[in-house]
């Protein structure tokens, strides 16, 4: 007998990227993020090599989480395909980035599966949640551009709060 019913919501996200996959698919692990993405924080608790790779186990507490979350790398195809499962207290995601050339460019499809545990977590995957993550990837997409395109990271100004 199932005694709560977690809601769930996928959502998906396409960009372009000025850079090859062998480029960006490095960028795309939690100590790398740091080079590219001015409010990251995480602690790695598992890595064999330090960076990214298959079973790297680290974790976040990100503003737009709803607190502390541990991140699992389960798939790890360089340099076509990284995925995640995320797990916190109101949530779980399967969190997946796909890189394929595109004319010149990269095109990264970034989705998450996304799964209420509590009814706190049902809650968060109705109304605004849909924008929140397509203002977060607007915000990425910009910020791994610059990279690509200057090698230092876009900072936001003083005066901005963080997302």
């Known amino acids: 007998m ?12 396409e960009m372009l ?3 090859s996959p062998e480029e960006i698919f490095p960028l795309l692990c939690p100590v790398r993020e740091y ?26 507490d990100l503003p737009t989480s709803g ?8 798939q ?3 340099p076509r395909r990284i995925a995640f499962v995320r797990t916190g207290r109101q949530r779980t995601m399967r969190y997946s980035i796909d890189l394929e050339v595109a004319d010149g ?28 993550f397509a203002t977060i990837m607007a915000s990425l997409e910009a910020k791994l551009n ?3 395109r200057t090698g ?4 936001r100004p003083a005066n901005q709060p963080e997302e």
């Open 2 to 13: 199932r005694a709560f019913d977690g809601q769930r919501a996928v959502f998906s996200h």
């Open 17 to 19: 990227l000025d850079g």
């Open 35 to 60: 080079d590219w993405i001015e409010e990251w924080e995480c602690e790695v608790i598992h890595s064999h090599s330090g960076f990214a790779e298959l079973d790297c186990v680290f974790r976040t």
């Open 67 to 74: 607190g502390p979350e541990t991140w699992v790398v389960c």
């Open 76 to 78: 790890y195809e360089p």
């Open 105 to 132: 460019s990269t095109r990264a499809t970034w989705t998450q599966v996304v799964t209420g545990l509590d009814q706190e977590g049902n809650r968060a995957l109705k109304g605004p949640a849909s924008s929140t």
């Open 146 to 148: 610059h990279w690509l």
């Open 152 to 155: 230092t990271m876009l900072r």
